[in-house]
């Protein structure tokens, strides 16, 4: 026997249907919220991992560019005007296009054809799981995300496929380069990239600027801006930034994502709202016993927000595994779910701070009761 | 001790019904000594529970005294009456008013646990109270598995383990037979010949005034020294 006597959790182990009912309301809402942020941030994961696996401190993009994936080309020779721009330690050119695949059994494609410098490897692959990125040089040799092959079939090293009419031939393959537009990614080199578009000749739709040492990122921009005045000049961060906003904002998936979330948070809310007060209402007369011995209102207010904690903090437990069940399933199925301690620790504040708003609802019904109801038979 | 334990001077309750004023209890007078059980009788609605919780420090009197061990518990504030009643009364309830998802030692300990009672002293004191009360081999059973008898003795065995020197009963057989009815108020009698606890119980019970040292009746809210109540007094059940 424990002494002190814990009247909130006994109270709340002693209506087992009604603990239920709350948890499943808490964990359905702990496990919605995680899940979908996680969706949420593994796209916005997607949206920029090529920005940000790339070792470029500034991006330079054709004029009024908001997102990485449907740049517009801008004459490469531009390169030279950033070339010269004091602080500027070296620029690299990535290309970006949009062309078709055609699949063996039949029928074709969309496809990201990602060109970058395979000297210096910057802007290609930054995972590879079989061949060389600097193969992409020889024989429009072509590196493929493995995330592709449910779309264009399986494909090994030495395979042979046709890209806008034009023989390619893989020499590699790498990971974690999937895009949230949902078409596979194909790395090669710049050269062999502007091949296979026939716009992206004498074109480049990124550049990529390297800060010489000793010279501050900002004041590089600064003077870029100045020079490049038919392009946009962003910081690394800022560009992956612009990018994720786009697809939050431009595509309603922001909208959706916050809408599903905002339906946990709700039902969450409902159920624990419901649950806690209607224990309240059930044990009101326990609470006037309770005063009528001797505790103070308190100690009462005290009990039920234990009691409110408490299934929160079960619930939310209850939530975290499922999640971490849930979140493997997804991660089995092939897509990226970002879950950082942030998420977890936020998701809890809510939970906990839903239970504590619930409760203080029941608290005020609890303050209502006549003091005479402890007499009535 | 020489004065009351527990006194009302000219207390009265009116409540406001709509337009309507109605006075429950009307400038009541008594004392209440220790090692004494005076029963407050008289007819359904004629305000001794409301007296009760005038004298439980539950309900503030509209107008009037009441005095605890000789302290004007009237002028006290609001916040320090749940430390009075803590400290010097304890309730029997009607409907036991136990707490269901508590064993019957549990219920036993809120009180000490409110009073905040030590970790060492505490449980031997429960347990003392429920072998006081016939309980010993009952202290792990919910009160849903007890007889209504059984959940008033762990309601009494409550009072006693806090070991008020006032205990205030509302009732306390009429939910039982008239046997254990019997023990019930024998037990409160006890309680107080032998702990020199002041016992007052409500009742409309007629039985219980062969068992009382004092009959207060009452009636319109008119609180007057009793008499013995013949069996067929009107408004009363035998």
Same mark, same amino acid.
């Given at each position: 026997? !424990? ?73 490469? !020779? ?47 692959? #930054? ?72 716009? !992206? ?39 992956? #930034? ?134 009535? !038979? | ?238």
């Amino acid at each position: 026997m !424990a002494y002190p006597v814990s009247i909130a959790r006994k109270n709340l182990f002693h209506d087992r249907v009604r603990l239920v009912i709350t948890l499943v309301g808490i964990s359905f809402s702990v496990v919605l919220i995680l899940i979908q942020v996680g969706v949420y941030l593994g796209m916005m994961y997607n949206t920029a991992s090529i920005i940000e696996h790339t070792d470029g401190d500034i991006w330079i993009t054709a004029r009024n560019n908001r997102n990485f994936d449907f740049s517009l080309p801008f004459p490469e !020779a531009r390169e030279n005007k950033a070339k010269a721009v004091i602080g500027v330690e070296s620029v690299k050119k990535l290309i970006l296009v949009w062309s078709l695949m055609k699949l063996p059994g039949g029928g074709s494609e969309n496809v990201e054809v990602v060109g970058f410098d395979p000297d210096s490897g910057v802007g290609g692959p #930054w995972e590879m799981e079989a061949g060389s990125l600097a193969d992409v040089k020889y024989n429009r040799g072509v590196i493929v995300d493995e995330s592709s092959f449910s779309k264009l079939g399986e494909m090994k090293i030495g395979d042979h496929r046709e890209i806008f009419g034009k023989k390619v031939r893989v020499v590699g393959i790498c990971r974690g380069a999937r895009r949230i537009t949902t078409a596979p990614v194909i790395f090669t080199s710049y050269k062999t990239a502007q091949q296979l578009n026939p716009m !992206a000749r004498g074109a480049t739709v990124f550049l990529m600027v390297k800060v010489a040492p000793g010279h501050r990122a900002e004041e590089v921009i600064a003077r870029l801006r100045k020079v490049m005045r038919w392009e946009d000049v962003y910081s690394r961060d800022e560009f992956a #930034w612009r990018t994720q906003l786009y697809w939050t904002l431009n595509t309603g998936m922001g909208v959706g994502f916050g809408f599903t979330i905002l339906m946990g948070i709700i039902v969450g809310a409902v159920i624990v709202s419901q649950t806690i007060y209607s224990a309240t209402i059930e044990h009101l007369r326990e609470f006037g016993t309770l005063k009528a011995l001797g505790a103070s209102n308190r100690t009462v207010y005290g009990l039920i927000l234990r009691q409110a904690i408490l299934s929160g903090v079960m619930g939310f437990a209850i939530g975290m595994a499922v999640n971490v069940v849930v979140a493997h399933l997804y991660e089995q199925s092939g897509q990226i779910i970002i879950q950082p301690w942030q998420l977890f620790a936020g998701d809890f504040a809510i939970t906990i701070g839903t239970c504590i708003a619930a409760s203080l609802i029941s608290v005020h019904r609890a303050m209502q009761v006549d003091p005479m109801e402890v007499f009535r !038979a | 001790m020489s004065g009351p334990t527990l006194e009302l001077s000219q207390v009265s309750k009116v409540y406001l019904s709509g337009a309507a004023r109605v006075v429950a209890v009307n400038h009541a007078s008594a004392a209440f000594h220790a090692a004494t059980v005076t029963a407050i009788m008289g007819p359904s609605g004629s305000g001794k529970t409301t007296l009760l919780s005038m004298l439980g420090l539950i309900l503030r009197p509209s107008d009037g005294r009441v005095h605890l061990l000789g302290r004007d518990v009237t002028a006290c504030d609001e916040r320090s009456l749940p430390g009075l009643r803590r400290e010097h009364i304890g309730f029997i309830f009607q409907s036991f008013n136990l707490f269901a998802a508590l064993t019957a030692l549990e219920n036993v300990l809120v009180p000490l646990q409110l009073k905040k009672i030590a970790k060492a002293e505490a449980p031997a004191r429960a347990r003392q109270a429920l072998e006081r009360v016939g309980l010993a081999a009952r202290t792990d059973f919910h009160p849903r598995d007890l007889s209504g008898g059984e959940k008033q003795r762990v309601s009494i065995a409550r009072a006693v383990a806090a070991e008020a020197p006032v205990i205030l009963a509302d009732e306390p057989t009429a939910n039982l037979d008239s046997r254990t009815g019997r023990q019930i108020i024998d037990l409160l009698a006890e309680l107080a010949r032998d702990q020199g606890r002041t016992v007052v119980v409500v009742s409309h019970d007629l039985r219980l005034q062969d068992h009382v040292d004092r009959i207060l009746w009452m009636e319109d809210g008119v609180l007057q020294e009793g008499k013995h109540v013949p069996m067929t007094e009107p408004g009363v059940s035998p």
